[in-house]
């Protein structure tokens, strides 16, 4: 995590200059990189919570959400939910003062974002330079431009169509007669691994379609990263995050039926709310556990093993003689895709960071390893095949390997771009991928899961690919429930090979 502060004098009284900063919509009119801005869903221009989206003067698009506002201490936070570069975690805050001699305003803007290490300096200075110092630059020419004392028009919010409703909050209210509570780890705003914290929070009686499941095993992922951050919208703070995990069900609505007490269960599916230690569910996408599936298997392995299911066989059908490229391969779902593509008679050719991470792969049946820190692995890849280029490639990283997986396709490859560790792929030409018939899936796991029918293949063919040893899973990377923050560094920083839990 870097963390940039720069810090000004404007020559004007602080209320006028609060005028300006305090417009979440108003950007466009005074920051030389902002070409447009609107605020989405007509949301007022102060409303804690709204959403900006606005284009850059080079055609690069940006969302940011208000985090905090107040008039009292003239100061804002916000949060970045979109954009072009790889600024994973970015919030910043806008804060000024009075100067004690003269009429003028102290303005400090600092933020923290976790940038790829190739990349820091870079963006550090793009942050510092490009947003902050220009800005600072711009408002004071904006105020040098009016009469003192001129009013600071603030543009209306415009309408723009509402954004798709969001999952329901997860932090539930308390009952009165029916009090009960639970340790979770709440999200109040989204940010960074600090921004994880155990609290304890008010769980309600379960709805007649409910059960409650007292958790012992908690599955720790990426998408959760993405949730934090706020670039998934799964998550509205104040929530608690999390999507896999295993327990016994503890209570059982009067309306449901096919679970009892005492039953072992597990899920890999939104709403999120995982990351505690009981917590009320609807039981449509529970799963039932048999005694030979432990669990710690299931909940550090049945969202990636569902996910490896349907992007082997439904994504795209590997077929014996493909040959498969698999970034970040000695990651939780990439060790399942380099095992279960193996199993299926294609011809694997893994990457990784490190020679360590090599090594792991290698055990897995991978038949080539590239360790992309110091070999190009499209050059690889192309050398590998004799020029041919790989059928499919796998790709959870994003921005990094992205452009390399597109040129080490074969004729009629196919890239499923399935996560963005590393960044947003940014925005390409399609007129590019006919050199050779190339195609893109970005595929979504809720639309291969979401129904009872269409998670319930994937589960049966997971299990029964572990149960026949065709994919194993290795003893999980364990953090107790309050280390949670640890968990996603380590997860972001790529310390971690396989899976991670949290012990509730």
Not at 62 to 68: K, T, V
Not at 299 to 313: I, R
Not at 459 to 471: E, H, L, T, W
Request: proline share 6%; glycine share 10%; with cysteine.
């Amino acid at each position: 995590m870097v963390r940039v502060c720069q810090s000004t004098i404007i020559d004007a009284p602080i209320d006028e200059v609060w005028a300006i900063l305090r417009d979440f919509n108003g950007h466009d009119r005074w920051h030389p990189a902002i070409a447009f801005s609107e605020i989405e869903g007509g949301d007022p221009v102060d409303a804690v919570g709204s959403v900006r989206h606005f284009r850059l003067a080079d055609g690069g698009e940006l969302r940011e959400q208000l985090l905090a506002l107040s008039d009292k201490d003239r100061r804002l936070s916000y949060c970045l939910l979109e954009a072009p570069l790889p600024l994973m975690g970015y919030v910043a805050s806008v804060r000024l003062k009075p100067v004690t001699d003269g009429n003028a305003t102290f303005w400090e803007w600092r933020s923290e974002f976790n940038p790829p290490a190739h990349r820091r300096d870079e963006l550090v200075k793009l942050v510092a330079e490009g947003i902050y110092q220009a800005g600072f630059a711009a408002v004071r020419n904006l105020l040098r431009g009016r009469s003192a004392g001129t009013p600071i028009e603030v543009r209306p919010s415009r309408a723009v169509a509402a954004p798709a409703p969001s999952v329901p909050r997860v932090v539930p209210t308390v009952t009165p007669g029916q009090a009960a509570t639970t340790m979770a780890i709440v999200v109040e705003r989204y940010g960074g691994p600090e921004e994880l914290q155990l609290r304890e929070i008010g769980l309600p009686q379960p709805a007649p379609n409910e059960v409650r499941i007292r958790h012992t095993v908690i599955g720790v992922n990426f998408i959760d990263v993405y949730c934090r951050t706020g670039y998934f919208d799964l998550l509205q703070p104040p929530g608690v995050p999390g999507m896999e995990a295993a327990g016994v069900i503890e209570m059982v609505g009067s309306a449901v039926s096919g679970f009892a007490v005492g039953d072992r269960v597990a899920y890999a599916c939104p709403p999120v709310g995982a990351y505690c230690e009981r917590r009320n569910m609807a039981p449509e996408l529970l799963v039932h556990l048999s005694d030979d599936i432990s669990d710690e298997i299931a909940a550090a392995g049945l969202l990636k093993g569902v996910s490896a299911s349907f992007l082997l066989h439904d994504v795209h059908a590997v077929k014996p003689g493909d040959v498969v490229l698999i970034h970040a391969a000695a990651g939780g779902v990439g060790q399942l895709l380099v095992q279960w593509a193996c199993h299926l008679g294609a011809t694997v050719i893994a990457t990784v960071s490190s020679d360590d991470k090599a090594r792991i792969v290698e055990r897995l049946g991978a038949h080539h390893v590239i360790v992309y820190s110091r070999e190009n692995f499209t050059e690889a890849v192309m050398r590998l095949t004799g020029g041919r280029g790989a059928d499919v490639a796998y790709d959870a990283v994003g921005y990094d390997t992205f452009g390399g997986s597109l040129a080490a396709l074969a004729i009629r490859g196919h890239l499923i771009s399935f996560g963005q560790a590393s960044g947003p792929v940014g925005n390409w030409d399609i007129g590019r991928f006919a050199s050779k018939s190339v195609t893109i899936s970005r595929p979504n796991y809720a639309h291969y899961t979401d129904t009872p029918q269409k998670l319930a293949p994937h589960v049966d063919r997971f299990f029964q690919a572990f149960r026949k040893r065709a994919v194993t899973i290795g003893p999980p990377v364990r953090y107790d429930l309050a280390r949670v923050a640890d968990a996603h560094r380590d997860l972001e920083s790529r310390k971690t090979t396989g899976a991670l839990v949290l012990l509730a």
